[in-house]
């Protein structure tokens, strides 16, 4: 269990040295050998591993997880990012249904092509759909958590080595600064637009911040396109924010 | 094309946009009502020595009103339509925008610093009559560190919060405004509306008290990617933020001078201070009224204190995310999103002020609150002055459809008319000082911001030649991540 899901080429880490909470196996579906997927994976990160908390305020959660929705479409090649503009290429649907629902939004209104636009829309539904997908897959489990009179649901890891996996693997590679693989690239630079990176790279030396830094003004110029309207869309949250 | 196809983005992305209402209340909010009618207009009948301040205030509002056309055209094509810098490096140039930006934060500095004298003095001076025994600047501190902690959480007064006060704040000007003029002191006299004033002397310094209490109507653009349907809702809430407004003050302040009688106002003025328009309304009315009344006072200055630090603490983000000013500036809280750095920047330069009048033993609602508050105004006054000749400059370059009156009649009428009154009120800074014509302080509060100004002009030209790249960035705001990979499109098409 320790070893995380469809990771051949990663080395092991145990991050938790106490006993893992089992699963129930009523919960598990799809079984959580399962290979994560990008928003998956950002999500765990935006959450606390072990009680499912946020750790990010909710608007950097929905943007990170709209950014990662698309992201994941960018690199099955449905999709291309040019300029601010979202461009579908292939319209064949992927295996994934939330894939699948996504590109068929795209495909179905395609008098939308900004990426603002699509990642404002996607932020609407993204935290519970990503959610839904991992409880299927058997990664978290809604659970009901009151605090302050109100009941929210928060979705608890189900294998907290699994949750804190992206993170672990992350800082790890930063830290020795490694090159990065398009997907880890892909997960770091929406961590750094919605200022994860400071979590991630807690007490590592600026250099580490810079190596990273690096990498991102390399990454292919989609993912940067992507990124660059997501750094917006957060900004411009903060600035015209109203309670 | 876009008949064949659903439009379920559209509809999601349309819920929760604002309308003309919660707009102007959101901006009306924050230019306090309460705190220029009972605050801003009697200290600056004392201060000043003017009478003339109920017509500054209509003057004002429609000069205003005025200026509002051309800029809210102009927000409709330009990103980072929020702060007045955007507007000035689209039309007169990057060197121009810094300039105006270093004014912007000193000036949105200065009207929040200001008011803590106002609310300490406020606040002590209701506590001390109930039996307490505190000092303004305690009451200072206290509010102050409610804003620090506020402003770094992220939290802002709720929209129906907001609104509920607002309307109270209304509904008690208004009261008081009857009762007042019901009880004149010898006649009905419209003496301080005479519009003779505006060539009187001193009326720069009126001109501008009354400018400073309109501060924070300029937001309503912030809201236009917010609003149902931007090309009408942002227009109309900025007109009619600026008439009602303008309408309660100038008729508030007239009421008072009715109630005094107009050639006793200044006096009565400086022996009441920010009492005055309760102590004339106080026989006349129950005793609740009366408190009802001081409670909206502080609670409407405190609303205005943590409006006017989430401004400084978005325009430090704004600048700090295109890196003009230092990187660290455009970092926000990971739990609350809150613009962090900015917040806490503010805060600290708030409790360098509140400490050093404490010791120097200031008057808090003369020295901190009118001074430095009107001195924000001057700022927000060369603000919208320049603003205004970068509308001109704007549209004179930019293929549009707008028509001229409000691309350039209107623009220039409002330029002239705000350079004529930035023009006297500098020349009359004494009067509103209040200090004599020959003391260094009429140079000092002026020639921050042209010190201001300058920094931005020299760190325009630094970073032209030594970082390219924010350069180019400079005005774009949140909008400034996207000019390294694509070229900047600071124009946009009108919503």
Known sequence: MTTPPGADDRPTVHVHTEPMPTADPHTVRGGPHQPMLLADEFF????????????????????????????????????????????????????????????????????????????????????????????QGGKV???????????????????????????????????RHEHLKPFDLALAGIARSVRLDQFILDGAPLSVSAHLRRLLEAAPPPMRDLLADLDTAIGSAVLSHRT | MSQSHPDTVSAVLARGRLGIPAVIFFVVAAAAPLTVVAGGATTGYAVTGVVGIPVSYLVVAAVLALFSVGYVAMSRRIVNAGAFYAFVTRGLGRPAGVATAMIAVVAYNAMQIGLYGGFGAVLSQYLNDRGWDTTWWLCAL??????????????????????????????????????????????????????????????????????????????????????????????RATYIAVAITGLLYGASAWAMSVATGPDKIVEAASTDGTDLIFNLVSPHLGSSFITVGRVLFITSLFAALLSFHHTVARYLFALGRERVLPAMLGRTSLRTGAPKAGSIVQSVVALGVLVGYAIADAD????????????????????????????????????????????????????????????????????????????????????????????????????????????????????????????????????
Not at chain 1, 91 to 108: G, N, S, T
Request: hydrophobic content about 50%.
């Open chain 1, 44 to 135: 765990m990160l935006a959450h606390d591993d072990q009680t499912g908390r946020p750790r990010l305020h909710d608007s950097a959660t929905n943007y990170g997880l709209a950014a990662a929705l698309l992201a994941e479409l960018g690199a099955a090649g449905r999709i291309h990012f040019n300029r601010g503009q979202l461009v579908v290429q292939d319209h064949r649907p992927p295996e994934d249904w939330l894939q699948h629902m996504v590109l068929a939004r795209l495909i179905a209104e395609p008098q939308h092509t900004a990426t603002r636009t699509w990642l404002a829309y996607l932020s609407a539904t993204a935290h519970e759909q990503v959610a839904t997908r991992l409880w």
């Open chain 1, 141 to 175: 489990v809604p659970t009901q958590s009151r605090r302050l009179f109100r009941t929210t649901t928060i979705h608890v890891p189900t294998d907290i080595n699994v949750a804190a996996w992206s993170w672990a693997r992350l800082s790890q590679k930063l830290r």
């Open chain 2, 142 to 235: 206290a509010a102050w560190a409610a804003v620090a902690v506020l402003g770094v959480l992220r939290i802002d007064l709720n929209g129906k919060v907001l609104a509920f006060m607002l309307i109270g704040e209304f509904v008690v000007a208004l009261i008081y405004d009857v009762v007042m003029v019901s009880h004149p002191a010898d006649g009905i006299k419209f003496d301080t509306l005479a519009p003779s004033h505006i060539l009187a002397t001193g009326i720069g310094a009126a001109l501008v008290t009354a400018i400073t209490g309109f501060v924070g109507f300029e937001g309503t653009v912030v809201f236009s990617e917010e609003t149902k349907d931007p090309k009408r809702t942002v227009p």
């Open chain 2, 364 to 495: 808090p609602i003369v020295h901190l609150f009118f001074w430095i508050t009107v001195t924000g105004g001057l700022g927000v006054l060369v603000l919208m002055t320049v603003t205004s000749a970068s509308v001109i400059a704007f549209f004179a370059r930019t293929a549009n459809s707008d028509g001229p009156w409000r691309t350039k009649i209107a623009p220039v009428l409002a330029t002239l008319a705000l350079g004529a009154i930035l023009t006297v009120t500098i020349q009359q800074f004494d009067t509103l000082l209040g200090v004599e014509s020959t003391s260094p302080l009429r140079w000092a509060f002026p020639a921050a911001y042209a010190v201001a100004a300058l920094v931005g002009l020299m760190w325009a030209g630094v970073l032209r030649s030594s970082r390219p790249a924010v350069y180019r960035a400079i005005g774009l705001g949140a909008e400034s991540a996207t000019a390294p990979i694509r070229t900047p499109d600071p124009v946009r098409q009108p919503a």
